[in-house]
Each structure stands twice: as C-alpha cells, then as structure tokens.
C-alpha cells in the first residue's frame, strides 16, 4: 500500500532533550516535506526537501533540523525543544514537488 | 502572501443534508486539493483537482482555476463526514492550506 509513515505518533517530552521524529515514503517521491499545524496558524512548511542530500527552509524551521540521506527517508530533529514546539507535525511527500501531496498520519509533540 | 480563504468556517448539518464548501484564493494557485482532517487529526486526500470537476462517490468537487476558486460538495452526509475540511494549493512549491470548515453531521 502506497503510504507515507510517521514515527512515534505521540511523544511527550521535558525541554531540551533531542528528539527524532521519523518519516518513511514507499512511492520513491523525490520532494519531501514536514509541516506544523498549531490552532489558529493553520498548517505551516518547516523544511522540505526536493531530493536526496538537497534540503531547504520552509518558513518556520527555527529551532529544527532535517536530513535526506535517503530518497525515502526524511526525519525531523529537535536538538532542543523547547514548550512553543508542542504541536501536530505532518510529514508529506510528492513526485517532484508538483503534484498531489500525500500526508504522514501525524505526529503530536507536547514539550513540557 | 497569498491569502486563501475557506467559507463557511464552520457548518453544522443532520445527517442526510446536502452541502458546498468553497475555497478562494486571493492569487493563483497550482495543483489545488481537498482534504479531510478527521476527529483523529489525519490528514485524508479527497481531490487532487487543479481544474475541472471530479467525483468520487457522495463527494464531488470543481476548480475554476481562471477565477481562482473552488468548491467541494457533500451530499447526504453522514456523522464519518465530521471533521475540519481544507484546501490547499501549489505556489513556489509550497502547499498553502485555506482557513478550513469545521464540519459536524449529527444523527
């Protein structure tokens, strides 16, 4: 099944403690994305990534890292959250960036 | 930025009722699509429609790419309709989301 997963699906952590949350596409899309969805901002781009070892910003990637050693693999790193990163992450991939998008399940954070 | 702006922001219905949600962008937009982010938070594709009209069951939908709106429409909804609804369109290849409609069908 064409799909694109997430990893955990909830976590709840303590300031300043790295985290990784993992995303996994197995429809060889070269563009890759994360989002943050908090209430009243909507949906908003991190970083994204139009192909292997080629990343970029989106526009809120302050405090988070991303990587693309992999064309299916895309994880998202927190070297240290802090509260205001507590929200519902979304990662999404597309064949070149310009078609449809598929969503991950979802990731909540909460950072205490 | 582009502004995309999703009407009715909310709508409440009993099951069986027929709806139209609309979605405006306020410049244009590519590869516009329709999700459903049900009571889980997931994030469901139901139109990948950047012009024309698609059905797919009891959901349909139409895109005027030209006058930079679209609509979704639902009909005899059902309570597993409840959720927030958003479109979402492709510019700098960047998805920019709408404000969404937050659905609820009761019984």
């Known amino acids: 099944e064409a799909q694109v997963t997430q990893n955990p699906r909830y976590l709840i952590t303590v300031t300043g403690k790295k985290l990784t949350v993992t995303c996994s596409q197995n429809?060889?899309?070269?563009?890759m994305s994360w989002y943050r969805q908090d209430p009243g901002l909507g949906l908003r781009q991190i970083y994204y990534?139009?192909?292997?070892?080629?990343?970029d910003k989106g526009d809120v990637p302050e405090g988070y890292k991303v990587s693309r050693k992999e064309k299916r693999n895309f994880p998202l790193i927190l070297e240290s959250p802090s509260p205001n990163q507590t929200s519902l992450y979304f990662c999404?991939?597309?064949?070149?960036?310009?078609?449809?998008?598929?969503f991950g399940p979802g990731t909540r954070l909460t950072v205490l | 930025g582009i502004q995309v702006e999703q009407s009715p922001p909310d709508l409440i219905l009993q099951e069986g009722a027929n709806s139209t949600l609309r979605c405006n962008f306020s410049?244009?937009?590519?590869?516009l699509q329709w999700f459903h982010q049900n009571p889980w938070g997931q994030l469901i594709n139901l139109f990948y429609?950047?012009?024309g009209t698609k059905q797919n069951g009891r959901l349909s939908a139409t895109t005027v790419a030209t006058e930079r709106y679209s609509l979704l429409y639902i009909s005899s909804s059902q309570t597993t309709d409840s959720g927030v609804y958003f479109c979402?369109?492709?510019?700098?290849?960047?998805?920019?989301f709408g404000t969404g409609t937050r659905l609820q069908v009761f019984p």
């Open positions: 999404a991939s597309t064949r070149m960036g310009r078609d449809e998008q598929f």
């Open positions: 429809m060889n899309h070269e563009y």
């Open positions: 990534s139009m192909n292997v070892e080629v990343t």
């Open positions: 410049d244009s937009v590519n590869n």
């Open positions: 429609i950047p012009s």
């Open positions: 979402a369109g492709l510019r700098s290849d960047k998805l920019i």
